[in-house]
């Protein structure tokens, strides 16, 4: 082969080599978890998003980002907390956002469930495709001893059945999320869950994250570290309530750390791969492409513990309440 013939091969190459790099894989935000602030009026001892500042973001800068999540693929928005609820006009007009305007398929949100009111069901309920609430224990006394609880009163379990009926009501599905502890490894809770019936019942392990739970040597505001069980007391209990069949989905401490997109109060992807929380840059200032790649996101492990479910709201429920 001639010299002549190398070189023309050689520049005829160079287009498809661009071609390759402007096509590098882009990162899809199928599923996001937005902690849009970290107030909360209860004192769970193992939280993980404890109330170390007050921010929240303008309404409008929360909508810039979140458009911005859409045109980079984002199917379903999560939030979370701090306790959402107690931003009711601010988490509302989000879902009303994201449907209206951003034609998402899901909007669901984790809770207390001590905030929602009937009344804000009546606003924004139509905009919601699942309420996911938070229970540990169909005991008072084991909500309480763990903090999950206002003021340390009772009553989290009748509210919980409250909302769930709320909902049920409107065509919104139910979630219930349990955390295994020490305190409640050994609960059998099969009759409350059937009588609540909820889609899905989430049941996590107790997971420690430094600067957050881990005591004030890490600059934690809480101390989860005497509340954890070992990976046969978290099977024990899940073996206990397999009957319930597939609407209980288990997530071990090792399914749960890095299958989630979590986004803080600034916009920021949290990354827990050295066992904290350790917020990258804000999507606002640097895009969704660049702030991805700070949150140590595994996409494998998402998939793998069922990150992609039947998440819309039952069509045919609820919709002529309104
Ligand atoms: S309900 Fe408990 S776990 Fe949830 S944000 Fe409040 S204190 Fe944290």
Redesign the pocket.
């Known amino acids: 082969m001639s010299l002549s013939y190398w070189v023309s091969r050689a520049l005829s190459s160079l287009p498809l080599l661009n071609v390759a790099i402007e096509q590098e894989e882009k990162l899809v935000p199928l599923s996001v978890n937005y902690f849009p602030h970290r107030k909360?009026n209860?004192?769970?001892d193992?939280?993980f998003?404890?109330s170390k500042n007050l921010k929240i973001l303008p309404l409008d800068d929360a909508k810039r980002g979140l458009r911005m999540l859409a045109d980079a693929g984002m199917k379903k928005l999560n939030i979370s907390?701090?306790?959402p609820f107690l931003q009711p006009h601010f988490i509302g007009e989000v879902f009303k956002f994201c449907k209206e305007e951003l034609k998402l398929e899901s909007c669901s949100v984790v809770n207390?469930g001590s905030k929602v009111t009937e009344k804000w069901l009546d606003t924004y309920g139509q905009y919601l495709d699942v309420m996911a609430i938070?229970c540990d224990s169909f005991v008072p006394e084991t909500n309480v001893r763990q903090?999950?609880a206002e003021n340390g009163r009772p009553g989290h379990i009748q509210k919980v059945f409250e909302v769930t009926e709320w909902c049920r009501k409107r065509g919104i599905k139910v979630k219930i999320n349990t955390v295994v502890t020490i305190h409640n490894w050994e609960e059998n809770m099969v009759d409350s869950i059937q009588e609540l019936t909820p889609f899905r019942w989430k049941v996590f392990q107790v997971l420690l994250l430094d600067s957050e739970n881990t005591g004030k040597e890490t600059g934690s505001l809480r101390d989860a570290r005497n509340l954890t069980i070992t990976s046969e007391q978290f099977q024990a209990f899940i073996d206990r309530h397999k009957g319930l069949g597939d609407c209980l989905v288990p997530e071990s401490n090792e399914a749960m750390r890095d299958s989630y997109l979590n986004l803080d109060e600034d916009m920021r992807f949290l990354n827990c791969q050295d066992g904290g929380k350790t917020p990258g840059r804000s999507l606002l200032e640097v895009g969704v492409q660049e702030a991805m790649k700070d949150a140590g996101f595994d996409e494998e492990q998402f998939f793998g513990r069922g990150g992609v479910f039947d998440w819309k709201r039952d069509p045919d429920q609820g919709s002529l309440d309104w």
């Open positions: 909360c209860y004192a769970c193992f939280c998003h404890t907390g701090g306790e207390n938070s903090g999950r």
